[in-house]
């Protein structure tokens, strides 16, 4: 099974995705990750955003790992523990610069291709284009939303919480010029796909969203084993 989850950022996808992987015993796959580690070596390596043919390079030469269980995955970058440092809203907008670039998604959608079709029982993918390119014909298709305030609202606490220092203004700001980022790019940019579920979370809780996904997950299993999809 493949359950493709996508939307813009903060609506929710990662925590729900592992949610339901731990649930369903699928494999988690957080591609956003990978485009952040990528966005990690390009800033690292002191690269600038304009050379491409030089962050493909370190796209395809990147060792980009996911390892562990969905609630505690990390994020191996060519053997180094990077699950923090790429969390940071300096590499977000990296990842989102990025992953404008034709080259590093075919490499990372391969890659994530590759993991989801090896997962013995199937996978859960969160990132923008799940539905629409990595896995066309996934099982289940969700669509994540949240008003933007909502969603940098909640990325604000969870820097307060994780105490990095960040304004909600600056939170909102960035929000918005990643959302612009990721809907405007040329190649596979964040849509909805046309057979996608589309849950607004902005006044829902997690357990509220989550109830619905898996109804629709349910649902979905048992038209399966009637034969009837
Ligand atoms: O989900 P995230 O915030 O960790 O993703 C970081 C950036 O990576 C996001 O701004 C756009 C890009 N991304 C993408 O283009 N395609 C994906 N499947 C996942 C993320």
């Known amino acids: 099974m493949i359950i493709a989850i996508d939307g813009p950022s903060g609506a929710g996808k990662s925590t729900l995705g592992k949610m339901l992987a731990k649930n369903l015993n699928l494999l988690y796959l957080d591609t956003g990750a990978m485009y952040r580690a990528v966005g990690f070596a390009v800033l690292d390596k002191g690269v600038g955003f304009e050379d491409t043919a030089r962050i493909a390079e370190i796209a395809e030469n990147a060792r980009i790992e996911l390892v562990g269980e969905p609630e505690h995955l990390q994020i191996f970058l060519d053997g180094a523990d990077v699950s923090l440092a ?68 909640r990325r604000y606490e969870e820097d307060l919480e994780k105490g990095r220092a960040v304004s909600y203004e600056q939170t909102f700001a960035e ?13 596979s940019p964040l849509m909805i796909a046309e057979d996608a579920v589309v849950i607004d979370t902005s006044e829902l809780d997690l357990s509220e969203v989550f109830a619905q996904m898996i109804a629709i997950v349910d649902e979905k299993r048992a038209k399966a084993t009637a034969g009837l999809t």
């Open 86 to 153: 790429i969390r940071t809203n300096e590499v977000g907008q990296a990842a989102s610069r990025v992953s404008t670039i034709s080259e590093v998604r075919r490499i990372l959608v391969e890659h994530q291709r590759a993991l989801g079709a090896t997962a013995p029982n199937g996978a859960v993918l969160d990132g923008r284009d799940i539905g629409s390119v990595v896995f066309p014909n996934a099982d289940i298709k969700f669509f994540l939303t949240a008003k933007p305030e909502a969603r940098a609202r």
């Open 175 to 187: 929000i918005k010029e990643r959302d612009e980022r990721d809907v405007s790019r040329s190649d």
